[in-house]
């Protein structure tokens, strides 16, 4: 596609259900990041892929947190037993260089854990 | 620990006036500071860049400043457009060997027509 597409756009869950985002990257590029901004606060990293390199997982809040991302393109970012402070947009972005200040953002994901 | 802060959450401007947006971060490794501009349901797209070699840099309407003593920069928009309406956010990294970027918190700028 023409650019970053995430689904669903928007996702409502109770607490302690699983839940799993989609990014697509656009085509071609090889580094592919999440972000997640939680009300009033700005966009926190979360995690780093960059082609068959093991990923950079610092950002991940808890052991809750995972993503992979398979055959170097299409990432899913699973946050289990979730919690009502999971409620955030999580953003999903891509660069075709290894170089975050090139990078192209989706329009995220809301989630929200009732 | 809010590395890159913006104090102002919201800004309002007339139409055709110049509209300033401030960004203040405290890591001296930062050398590299992006400003995004985000509408609603859409994912924040790049909006204009600046090395800390730089004190400045001008695209069209759009230019930022840096300070690196002050460790502050700021984006100007001259004239201020109502397609300008949207949340800023001010963002820094080091350039190489970085993965992620540090942000702040945005800045809500409305252009009244």
Not at chain 1, 20 to 49: K, M, N, V
Not at chain 1, 82 to 88: F, K, L, P, R, W
Not at chain 2, 17 to 32: A, G, K, P, Q, V
Not at chain 2, 35 to 51: D, N
């Amino acid at each position: 596609g023409a650019g970053v597409s995430q689904s669903p756009s928007n996702k409502v869950t109770e607490k302690g259900k699983d839940v799993e985002l989609r990014c697509d990257p656009i085509s071609g590029h090889t580094a592919l990041y999440w972000y997640r901004q939680s009300l009033g606060q700005g966009l926190e990293f979360l995690i780093y892929f960059q082609g068959n390199s093991a990923p950079d997982k610092s950002g991940l809040p808890s052991d809750r947190f995972s993503a992979e991302r398979t055959g170097g393109s299409v990432s899913t970012l699973t946050i289990q037993r979730t919690q009502q402070e999971d409620s955030a947009v999580y953003l999903c972005a891509s660069s075709q260089t290894p170089v975050v200040t090139e990078a192209f953002f989706g329009q995220g994901t809301r989630l929200t854990v009732v | 620990d809010q590395q890159v802060k913006q104090n102002s959450p919201s800004l309002s401007v007339q139409e055709g006036r110049i509209s300033i947006l401030n960004c203040d971060y405290t890591n001296s490794m930062f050398d590299y500071f992006l400003w995004y501009k985000k509408y609603p349901a859409e994912g924040p797209t790049f909006l204009i860049s600046i090395s800390s070699i730089k004190d400045k840099n001008e695209d069209g309407r759009f230019t930022v400043f840096l300070n690196k003593s002050a460790k502050h920069l700021s984006l100007h928009i001259v004239p201020s457009q109502p397609g300008d309406s949207a949340v800023y956010f001010c963002a820094a990294s080091r350039r190489t060997g970085a993965n992620n970027l540090f942000f702040g918190t945005g800045t809500r700028l409305t252009v009244i027509p």
